[in-house]
């Protein structure tokens, strides 16, 4: 008996024979998803709750973020040795443009108990820690970049597959260069808006392990209905990217619930900006 039963082979034509010859069944677990969001609360309420510096929509977002894995700590996970398990720390990554002779390029630091923060001691971690990154102050960061100059390309890829079996599969804390442990926690949150883009999602890499990672857009005015009214509103659009292994679509719906709840009415969680105040905001790459 056989498992599937056919009417016979279909007629291909020039695409199909090249895409079957070129790719594979799908083994990707990434999933995505996108809001778009009034974003004009969040500004007011941003104005209105500085203190000695503006605070960002980085910020915003990661403080959020933070507050939505205490409400749904199933999503705080991380695989090794092929099952889930649950971290003991909230940490994002936040991914920095850099410029150097050879071009731009990407890093980024951890901030640390992100949870627990108030929304002012995020903003003086990332003040502080884009400063550094962008004075030149990333040791690991060019130590790796020596380290694969030194090496020919076709094997950067075993290297990183070592690094991966000793992190992931022995949960080891290794010494390699750049690849401090849980160097990217929790999740990675990237502003593309500082790139002119409105929308885009953003890959997971193989190397963080993280559940997901958010894209935030840059604002832009579009006209909506508001009460049977068209009216014209500051919106900003973020992107998810989640590893299915993780947030399949119930958890995910449930994330950006909560999410979404708190980013429209900020004025109804004043608490949860506040923080716990009283740990350590020492960001991972110092």
């Known amino acids: 008996m056989k498992h599937i039963e056919t009417n016979g082979p279909l007629a291909l034509t020039a695409f199909r024979k090249i895409s079957l010859g070129n790719w594979r069944h799908p ?3 990434q999933t995505y998803a996108e809001i778009e969001l009034n974003i004009e609360p ?20 990661a403080k959020i973020i933070g507050d939505s894995f205490v409400r749904h700590p199933d999503l705080n996970s991380v695989i090794l040795r092929g099952r889930l398990y649950r971290r003991k720390e909230v940490s994002a990554f936040i991914s920095t443009l850099l410029k150097h002779k050879k071009g731009a390029d990407l890093s980024g630091f951890s901030i640390h108990n992100i949870d627990r923060l108030s929304i002012h001691e995020i903003a003086d971690v990332c003040d502080s820690e884009i400063t550094r990154l962008r004075q030149g102050d990333d040791p690991e960061f060019h130590a790796l970049d020596r380290m694969l100059g030194k090496i020919p390309m076709f094997l950067a890829a075993p290297l990183f597959l070592v690094n991966d079996f000793f992190k992931y599969t022995l949960n080891l804390a290794t010494k390699s260069p750049g690849m401090q442990p849980d160097r990217f926690g929790s999740v990675i949150i990237t502003n593309i808006g500082a790139l002119g883009l409105q929308s885009a999602f953003t890959p997971l890499t193989p190397v963080a392990r993280t559940a997901f990672l958010a894209a935030v857009g840059k604002p832009f005015e ?8 068209i009216v014209v509103q500051r919106r900003v659009k973020i992107g ?4 299915h292994r993780h947030i399949d679509g119930y958890h995910g719906a449930r994330l950006l619930r909560h999410f979404t709840k708190v980013f429209e009415a900020p004025q109804k969680y004043p608490d949860l900006f506040q923080g716990a105040g009283n740990v350590d905001k020492t960001a991972e790459n110092k």
């Not at 969040?42 to 977002?61: G, I, M, N, W």
């Not at 998810?240 to 590893?243: L, V």
């Open 222 to 229: 579009s006209a909506v209905v508001v009460g049977g009214a």
């Open 27 to 29: 083994r990707d677990p």
């Open 42 to 61: 969040a500004e007011q309420f941003l104005k209105e709750f500085q203190k000695d510096r503006p605070l960002s929509l980085t910020h915003y977002v």
């Open 240 to 243: 998810f990217t989640f590893d």
